[in-house]
């Protein structure tokens, strides 16, 4: 945090409390307002909707994407067609170990044996090191995703990253996610199509089948509901 943000969490607490009834494109501006361009967000590439209502309110936002090297291809051609729709700079962030490298360390498969170490170095710390340069990071969390998602405040102090955290949309429903992405001709990645609501790493990620919890298709059967970015 730079001088002026040193106190973070009263910053954050203080937000969340004004913004809790904000609309979105209200709690993005006073987040472009506060930050400037120490202001970034990152991107699943599950489909376009942060990306469009970001760079609505701040277009050349720097729009972070892990690419762990093992993303569906669906997930790349997704990545690089909102690069070229949306006024936005695209930072393509890579682990330390390509996966032959990490292979060639810790074994092959790694995702299968110990996916909690396999998501820490290919997410975890690639994104620590990629939030270095700024004060406040926007995400796509929402509180009806999953139970673990049920306190998100719309505006966080994150403590392990020490930084602020914008969750514009903390408060929609999957409804108001449908509206909004239907309105405004969102770029959706292919695989939505397909059975897959929630599109993380090509290993750990399955179709779940209609009514099934969206977030059960991650890591399903291996214990892990969370890859650690937002924890
Ligand atoms: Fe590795 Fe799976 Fe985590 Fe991707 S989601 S980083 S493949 S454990």
């Not at 750990?204 to 009514?211: H, I, M, Q, S």
């Not at 399903?220 to 924890?231: D, Q, R, S």
């Given at each position: 945090m730079n001088v002026a943000l040193e106190d973070g969490r009263a910053l954050a607490d203080r937000a969340a409390a004004e913004l809790e009834e904000a609309s979105a494109q209200e709690i993005i501006r006073w987040a472009a307002e506060t930050f400037g361009d120490r202001l970034c967000m990152t991107s699943s590439m599950a489909d376009a909707l942060m990306v469009d209502l970001v760079s609505r309110v701040k277009p050349g936002i720097d729009v972070i994407f892990l690419d762990t090297g093992y993303h569906f291809a669906e997930t790349i051609g997704t990545r690089d067609?909102?690069?070229q729709v949306y006024p936005i700079n695209l930072v393509n962030v890579e682990p330390l170990r390509t996966v032959e490298e990490q292979d060639r360390?810790?074994?092959p498969r790694l995702h299968g044996r110990n996916p909690n170490i396999c998501c820490h170095l290919r997410k975890v710390e690639p994104l620590q090191r990629a939030l270095e340069p700024y004060d406040a990071w926007v995400s796509g969390l929402r509180r009806d995703e999953a139970v673990t998602r049920r306190g998100v405040g719309v505006v966080q102090w994150d403590a392990r990253k020490k930084m602020v955290k914008v969750n514009p949309i903390a408060r929609w429903t999957?409804?108001?996610v449908d509206a909004y992405m239907e309105e405004h001709g969102v770029i959706v990645n292919p695989l939505r199509y397909d059975g897959y609501p929630s599109i993380g790493c090509a290993p750990?990620?399955?179709?779940?089948?209609?009514?099934e919890d969206p977030r059960s298709g991650r890591w399903?059967?291996?214990?892990?509901?969370?890859?650690?970015?937002?924890?």
């Open positions: 067609a909102v690069a360390d810790l074994g999957q409804q108001d750990c990620t399955r179709p779940v089948a209609p009514g399903a059967g291996m214990g892990k509901t969370e890859c650690g970015i937002h924890l």
